[in-house]
């Protein structure tokens, strides 16, 4: 097979040349371009895209950044932000830290080899340590923040008000006239400091101080962002007395989970217990979940045109931050609350 040193010696030039001749820049004579080009055919010398692409300055790649690539949020934004590199001729390169730590300090670590792979960065919901701001901030590379995780000096971001969803959520409850409303979120114990479940926490809080209620910790529970986590943190719930009668999940995942444990143990949804949760997850309407729909895909959509608009005009990133509207999806797991024996 031949390469590219091959039909430097056969036209007579120097490999650069080459490269710039079959690229078809203005710096090359138009004689020396017929020789190269004449040169290449007759080798049968065909290029590799990524070998043009290094050579021009320009890799056309983008790395995104992702905790868990398994989560609804994390593999819709993600999609997204691939069909919109793919339509502007560019190539995602994806790091799933999968929760882990180790696999974080490993990125910063290596974050300053990543110019030579991408273009731009692109973090998804990920927790930095203060320590690691800056050099992610000095990277030669434009980036850009979406979702809740920790602000870059000089980046722009995309992303939801968590607080003001979860605000929400808690709101159409006591709109409905619950007063025992308890609340589901994060896990503590992960390994990486996530900030979202906090966030939907103070709105949770926010939003029963309105009413002029305190938060009483008896009614939190903390369990992964998942379905089974969901239904971990509401059997808790329910194995300490007496039920709330409307459950606020920090998201929609764990929202699943505790419907099917209500129901499992007899309570009913939402006669008994109403629940509500962050999302509109694919599954949401076929549960018939009541719940704070966030744009997921258009985070994806539109951190990614951020990114591509100077890169393909040659202009500066500009640091802004967009917030995305969220919105009330009402569905058949709230309700107003009833009255139980005991209770009356």
């Not at 929760?99 to 792979?117: C, D, M, N, W």
């Not at 800056?134 to 000089?154: H, K, N, R, W």
């Not at 549960?287 to 608009?309: D, H």
């Amino acid at each position: 097979m031949a390469t590219i040193d091959d039909v430097a010696r056969l036209a007579g030039v120097s490999t650069a040349t080459v490269s710039r001749a079959l690229r078809g820049l203005r710096e090359v004579s138009g004689p020396t371009r017929t020789r190269v080009l004449e040169a290449a055919a007759r080798l049968g010398y065909v290029a590799s895209p990524s070998a043009s692409r290094l050579a021009g300055g320009k890799t056309r790649s983008i790395a995104v950044v992702v905790p868990r690539i398994t989560r609804w949020f994390f593999a819709t934004a993600v999609e997204a932000v691939e069909r919109t590199l793919h339509e502007a001729g560019y190539d995602l390169l994806l790091y799933n830290l999968g929760g882990r730590e180790g696999a974080r300090r490993r990125l910063v670590h290596q974050a300053a080899s990543l110019h030579k792979r991408v273009d731009a960065m692109m973090l998804m919901a990920t927790p930095l340590q203060p320590e690691d701001i800056d050099v992610v901030a000095g990277l030669p590379l434009p980036g850009i923040t979406v979702s809740s995780g920790t602000p870059v000096t000089g980046w722009p971001s995309v992303r939801i008000d968590d607080v003001a969803a979860a605000a929400t959520a808690t709101r159409h409850l006591l709109a409905l006239g619950h007063r025992r409303i308890a609340h589901i979120s994060g896990d503590p114990t992960d390994e990486l400091p996530f900030t979202t479940h906090l966030d939907r926490r103070a709105g949770y809080e926010l939003a029963l101080r309105e009413a002029g209620l305190e938060p009483d910790p008896a009614r939190y529970a903390e369990a992964p962002f998942t379905i089974a986590g969901g239904s971990h943190a509401t059997t808790e719930l329910l194995g300490r007395g007496m039920p709330p009668t409307a459950i606020f999940a920090a998201c929609d995942e764990m929202a699943m989970g505790a419907m099917a444990v209500l129901r499992q143990t007899g309570l009913r949804v939402p006669e008994d217990v109403s629940v509500v949760g962050i999302d509109d997850h694919d599954a949401a309407a076929a549960v018939g979940l009541t719940t704070v729909a966030q744009p997921a895909a258009e985070q994806g959509r539109l951190a990614a045109r951020t990114l591509l608009e100077p890169l393909c005009l040659g202009t500066e990133l500009v640091p802004t931050t967009t917030v995305l509207p969220t919105m009330l999806v009402i569905r058949q797991s709230t309700s107003v609350p009833r009255a139980r024996e005991g209770e009356r």
